[in-house]
Structures are given as structure tokens and as C-alpha cells.
């Protein structure tokens, strides 16, 4: 957590859950489960909530899950109104999935927030039971950001120093966003960098065939170079039309504002904006 934000931790059990107990979706009281929440000291937002349900006892299962994407996406909205972080603009739905884990299955949604192009040090992840409807987790992160927004390497040589990091003779590109992280990772200090996902029609291996990395925009240093969870073989039919589209890799580079990112102001945090509530208030 950034030092701003001090967290009041609060662990606690389903028969005294003192901040959830009325938000909609949580905790079945018909099945033992032992729940964990971090608070905001100074805004009394709730930044991470865990259901750690009983794994002793059988889960209701459904095929397929008795809740759909979309009512489970209305139920982790409803939630997040409930509790006063609602993603709207600039906060972008980037990730709706479904997952079958054996014992559980769930979907997972993760929104990103987004100035001009520019992938900010922020992000909510709301886990829903995919039979129950429950929400399983809860994640905010929204820190403001603390360095310069020019990058001095560009996303074409950024991607060229990957391919090259890699022994990429030909590469596709499948993502890449211009992003405030953190080196060393979190809570490291922030970086400007570029976020790389690069495939490889070349490849002979699982390992070589996909790479996610992150290039420091200030410097053109290769942060961290890494296969992604979702890299799968690529057979030969594939790869030959993904050699295809090698050509074409300056197609996939992110349509940024630069000169807007440069000139701010950058959103305010979630918790920034409590705060000039709370101050409105008191006035």
C-alpha cells in the first residue's frame, strides 16, 4: 500500500462480520466460513474483503453454473455500489472470466483505470460464486501517480529490445500499453513502462512461444520478461498464420495522447475524491 493510505486490517468471523454483514451477495450464513477485511483509515472505504469458506464441506455445484456472466457482472456492480467504489469512466471493464476450479467455479472481473490511453497504478477485482452468487473476493488498488508521464523510449523500440531480449527472429505482437508500474514490484517504486505481450511463429516449445514483458520507458530496460498463465502450443497451421501477420505489427501499437497525458491532470484517486467529500462536508 502506498504510505498515504494507512490500512486498518480487520479480521473477522461470519457470525461478527462488522462491515459486510448488510452488502449483498456475501457470506451464506448456513455455510461456515471464516471472512477477512482491510478498511481505509482516513476514507473508511473497503479496499480487500475474503471469503475463506469451509473446504470440508461440499459445494453445490452446477453445469453449467447456476448464475450467468451477466447476472454475475449486475451482482459485482451491485456490490461495488454498495460499497462506494463504482467504476465508471475513466475505469474500463478489461477482463470478464469464467473459470471451473473442480470445487468451485467462478467468474472473475477486473477493471482497469485508463487517462488517455495511459494504464493507470489502479484496479478492482470482484471474484462471484458462480452457483451461489456470492461475492468470494475483493480487491482496490488506486494509487496516484508519482512519475513523470514522457517516455523517452518509444513503444516500437520498446517491443524491438523484447524480440531481441527473447531471440525473436519474427514476432506478434499481441498487446501492448504504455503503463505506471512498480520496480521493484509492489509496493516498489513507480516506472513508466511498457506492457509487452509478444508471440513467437517461430516456436518450437511451449516456453518459447509467447513472452509478457515490461520495457522501462525512461531507460529501454527490460524490466521482466516472463511466459503468460494463458500461453498454449501453437500448431503449425496457426503459426503460419501468425507468420503471416508478422508484417503487421505496427498495427498493434497503442493509440496514446501523449501530449494530453503530459498536460494532466491525472483522475483523482477514489480515496482523493472521499476525501474532497468529506471536506465539502464539514464546510
Known amino acids: 500500500m502506498s504510505s498515504r493510505r494507512r490500512i486498518l486490517l480487520a479480521f473477522l468471523c461470519f457470525s461478527a462480520l462488522l462491515v459486510c454483514s448488510n452488502l449483498p451477495g456475501m ?20 479496499i480487500s474483503y475474503l471469503r475463506l469458506g469451509d473446504m470440508s464441506l461440499p459445494r453445490p455445484r452446477g453445469d453449467p453454473p447456476a448464475v450467468s456472466q451477466e447476472e454475475a457482472l449486475r451482482r459485482a456492480r451491485e456490490f461495488l455500489e454498495r460499497v ?29 483505470k485508463y487517462f488517455h490511453g495511459l494504464r493507470l497504478p489502479a484496479w478492482i477485482d470482484v471474484v462471484i460464486d458462480a452457483d451461489s452468487g456470492e461475492v468470494e473476493s475483493y480487491i482496490l488498488q488506486d494509487d496516484p ?10 513503444a516500437a523500440e520498446a517491443i524491438k529490445r523484447v524480440a531481441e531480449h527473447q531471440g525473436y527472429r519474427r514476432w506478434i505482437v499481441r498487446k501492448v ?3 505506471v508500474s512498480y520496480e521493484p514490484p509492489y ?27 515490461r520495457v522501462n520507458a525512461q531507460t529501454g530496460v527490460v524490466i521482466s520478461a516472463a511466459m503468460p498463465a494463458s500461453a498454449s502450443p501453437i500448431d503449425p497451421d496457426s503459426r503460419s498464420r501468425l507468420a503471416e501477420k508478422a508484417a503487421a505489427n505496427d498495427d498493434a501499437l497503442p493509440k496514446l495522447d501523449l501530449e494530453a497525458i503530459a ?18 462536508r464539514r464546510r
Open 145 to 154: 501517480v508519482l512519475v513523470p508521464l514522457t517516455p523517452r523510449v518509444g
Open 84 to 112: 462506494g467504489v463504482e467504476p465508471r469512466a475513466p475505469w474500463v471493464l478489461t477482463e470478464a472470466r469464467y473459470q471451473d476450479a473442480g470445487t468451485i467455479a467462478f467468474y472473475t472481473f477486473l477493471w482497469r
Open 27 to 46: 457470506a451464506d450464513p448456513a455455510v461456515p466460513a471464516s471472512e477477512a477485511a482491510a478498511i481505509d483509515r482516513e476514507t473508511g472505504i473497503l
Open 187 to 213: 509496493p516498489g517504486p513507480q516506472v513508466l513502462a511498457w506492457w509487452i505481450e509478444l508471440i513467437n511463429p517461430d516456436a518450437r516449445t511451449l516456453s518459447e512461444s509467447e513472452v509478457l514483458a
Open 177 to 179: 500499453e504504455l503503463i
Open 263 to 280: 498536460k494532466g491532470p491525472i483522475p483523482p484517486t477514489i480515496f482523493e475524491l472521499a476525501q474532497r467529500k468529506g471536506t465539502r
